[in-house]
């Protein structure tokens, strides 16, 4: 059956819809790194506009129309095939969106800005009951969100499935509880066998040479010229404007080598878009299909390969030579152990492999909490605090190293960070996979080869973009969905008692 | 009268239509200045979305019946008012952009990005074939624009209305014959004004150096804070996404001071979008007015200021600082010689202030034959070196140093040019009237006050927006209309025969 003329109509309405996402990805991104400050107020007019223009065009009559045309169309394709992907998403992404009163839209892009402006101001004065207004106008918001899907298991369902779509709060919890029951005493464990901090990361790594030496590792792990860039920002992130257009950002502190394990991250995600297939660009398929197989690429470049032997024997003595003679005096098992160290503390995104995921499992649960009213606004300090206590055994000093140091309760963001673990335990599903089909990949990282590897995620996940599910996306590579029993066993490899140190 | 709703209604609208506007603006900033170079082609496509949505929304029905029935109310009302002028000047660029079939104007907008990326790969390899065939499209493509305004006296006025509204190529025939007669004798003579080049500006001046003294000037000439950002690029210009975002850019060369001089013009763009009145922001009346009224800026913060006695004899000292001890042994008076030298050259945008006007009326010519097809494109690098010779008695080594020297012609922008020169004449015919105003505006100059001047300007040509036309708003601030003999008188006044060196 050839594409009827309603396929190339909803193939142009999409890229058009594609485009403007893409173009607020480059606002957004110019927002945080570029922007003179005093823009800020029209530039949250023009993200606000095309937001309304893109919700327009996306959620109408026509859209509707083209779509119920082409059902017969897609019927008659291989599921697989891109056409009927694209009708597939489509069809999905509109049922979503059109259920959300045009309102309620507004009123949340409009509460996250506000919230977000709160929680700024809140986070560096430790005032937590100035932003617990705005958070509780956020629950709120996603309560009335929640009740548009009244099919939902649960209500934290609704929320997730934005973020990761097809997974229950069910299947997280599952994982998470299995997480939990090993790393606990993991913990204990780990922290014994790298040692006290013996001071190797506090030093002062001048911040020039900190940006060389991200911009290096870029170039070794690779990409297509002239499709990549990096600069300093406040928080982290990667975007960018298409798949030829990758844009990282790092942070350079005074002291320690957090900027190239960020970039190393960053790197990660920025890959994952770069090489989705080009076919797939200017379609609601061109984007990583969810946010915890995101972050299972980044993981598994900043930690997989970012913190294993063989890649530090490759990279330990250009590391050295990049800051020398900052590290004359340190051989490449007292630096192994220093990027390795496990050590409960208080802030989520500079938390070690093993603790990490103690951080998201406290926000997985809190948040379902506070959606249900389980646990009351008021008390969400002392109960954050509580949690950091029964979890990982640290005393919470203040808010800002508490309950306000993310911001993603800020903007309303909820159901977002189980992601994070998530691609925690994907990553190395994936991890062993590519070890079966590279069975010298450890050999490969230490000559400093990273081609295969970036190309075999090309092959069997990137090019894929949104054509299939999160889980089925995984299966493909894989063979199996998600499964927290290779995480548990890299990490106890790596970390536990077991371990010869 | 009090505003009808449909006043409302349109103003929502020309307001979506704005933020599309700016957003294009930032995004061809970021295409200039930061975007990874592989991620043209999508950019392209993006923005000529962005164009066709903005046009659809402007070019609609709806717009054309919101602009009927604001008829009575327009006429109801001061011409002056803001309200009378928005729907005023919204029905002109309505009735002009009614006309253009929106495939031309999304290929124009596509040819833009490509030939723009097809020039910047031409120009340092001097292939001028390789870029021929995008500058033929772009040709083709004015041609069937040109073709839509049948009433026009001549082609070229079509393309020239575009930047500077109300203007005819007969005008400006005749402002710019006046120039010839004048300024050919007048390049001998001030030739010799300032004798043979001492190479006080063929030092090497470290990048760093210059960065940090053009970020002095801007903070020196003065903006609210946190509005203005400066960032190098490869051909200087100003952009920005509203009246509190505004981007210049320069460019550091490894000798000579051109980035200073740069940054001084862009400055002068800058300042004119950031002082129009926040009441027309949003609004199509918050921009300048016309690229003639933009460049009278530039040149006058570049030339009028930038290259006077006043201004050295305050600011040489800052930048003997600036650069110690380069400019140690160059006294205050040989370093404004140098920076006033008249010598016949190559490259427009470094050419002194007399000759720079032939290098614009060549291609304000040369435009006119290859629109008519007087001259062939395979001829045009041959006949730009001879008219160039002839013009400047200066001979054109390549065609980096040539026809490909300008981005211009790279995205398709005809009809630009001549408002350079315009602009030096209007610049004059301004600033005439600022020392009738301000009498002791030298003594200022020499004092580092710039605020004065700053402010005269936004009271009386940048707050007025594109409230009037070009020589409209130019006749209220000087009480006349496009007139190149103070101009002329300024040039023979600094750099005749009779000037006392």
Do not use: C
């Amino acid at each position: 059956m050839a594409a009827p003329e309603a396929f190339e109509t909803l193939k142009t309405r999409l890229a058009q819809v594609t485009d403007l996402g893409r173009v607020r990805r480059v606002l957004g991104w110019d927002m945080q790194v570029m922007m003179p400050p005093a823009g800020a107020g029209v530039r949250g007019e023009q993200q606000a506009t095309l937001d309304r223009i893109s919700f327009d065009l996306f959620v109408s009559p026509e859209t509707e129309r083209l779509l119920e045309e082409l059902s017969s169309y897609e019927e008659s394709l291989d599921p697989e095939s891109d056409d009927a992907s694209l009708i597939r998403v489509a069809r999905k992404d509109y049922e979503k969106a059109a259920r959300i009163p045009p309102e309620l839209r507004t009123e949340m892009v409009k509460a996250a800005t506000e919230g977000f402006m709160a929680w700024r101001q809140a986070k560096p004065e430790n005032d937590y009951d100035a932003f617990r207004p705005f958070l509780e106008h956020h629950l709120e918001l996603r309560r009335r969100y929640v009740e548009l899907f009244p099919e939902a298991d649960e209500p934290y369902d609704v929320l997730l499935d934005d973020y990761e779509r097809g997974m229950k709060t069910a299947d997280v919890r599952a994982v998470f509880d299995r997480l939990k029951e090993e790393l606990v005493p993991l913990v204990g464990e780990a922290a014994e066998l790298y040692g006290e901090d013996d001071g190797t990361l506090g030093r002062s790594f001048p911040a020039d040479q900190q940006e060389a030496l991200s911009r290096e590792i870029i170039e070794l792990f690779g990409h297509r010229e002239g499709a990549f860039r990096l600069d300093p920002t406040v928080h982290p992130f990667a975007s960018g404007g298409g798949i030829d257009d990758i844009r990282i950002t790092t942070k350079y502190e005074p002291t320690g080598l957090e900027s190239f394990f960020a970039t190393m991250h960053e790197y990660g995600h920025g890959l994952y878009e770069h090489q989705i297939a080009r076919e797939l660009d200017r379609t609601p398929l061109g984007g990583g299909v969810s946010l915890g197989l995101h972050e299972s690429q980044s993981r598994m470049w900043e930690n997989l390969v970012g913190r294993s032997r063989p890649f530090w024997r490759f990279m330990y003595p250009r590391v050295q030579s990049n800051f020398a003679p900052l590290l004359d005096d340190v051989d490449e098992e007292t630096f192994f152990r220093a990027v390795n160290r496990v050590q409960p503390s208080l802030i989520r995104i500079a938390a070690d492999e093993v603790t990490y995921n103690m951080h998201v499992i406290l926000r997985f649960e809190l948040e379902q909490d506070l959606l249900s009213g389980k646990v009351d606004l008021k008390d969400l300090p002392e109960e954050w605090n509580r949690r950091m206590d029964s979890y990982l055994g640290v005393e919470v000093p203040d808010n800002a190293h508490g309950v306000l140091q993310d911001m993603h309760w800020g903007t309303g963001t909820i159901g977002y960070f189980p992601t994070y673990s998530l691609g925690n335990v994907m990553s190395v599903q994936i991890w062993e996979r590519i070890k079966d089909d590279i069975p010298d990949l450890d050999d490969k990282l230490e000559r400093g080869e990273f081609a295969p590897l970036r190309e075999w995620l090309g092959e069997h996940i990137h090019r894929h973009g949104r054509k299939f599910l999160p889980q089925e996306t995984l299966e493909r590579a894989t063979g199996s969905r998600i499964d927290p029993e290779p995480y548990l066993r890299y990490l106890k490899d790596k970390h536990g008692a077991a371990t010869p140190a």
